[in-house]
């Protein structure tokens, strides 16, 4: 099994999670199963626009809010 020589962590709603590597906002909401579906996400307590998750790293230590938003009345 190889190892990824730069694991990282970063907190995820409130809970320390790892990643192997520094990935993009749209690349971690993929592995979570979050990919395309409507989600709010505050990267280091700041509201990040769906258009801009491409382009956003995630780096070590970064502190992510991810909240589904579900219909409902």
Request: charged share 15%; aromatic share 2%; hydrophobic share 50%.
């Amino acid at each position: 099994m190889e190892m990824n020589p730069n694991p990282m962590t970063i907190i995820l709603n409130g809970t320390p999670h790892q990643l192997a590597a520094p990935v993009t906002l749209a690349a971690l909401l993929d592995s979570l199963g979050l990919g395309g579906k409507p989600v709010v996400v505050e990267l280091n307590e700041v509201a990040v626009f769906p258009r801009d998750y491409a382009l956003t790293p995630v780096t070590e230590g970064a502190r992510l809010e991810v909240v589904s938003l579900a219909a409902g009345g």
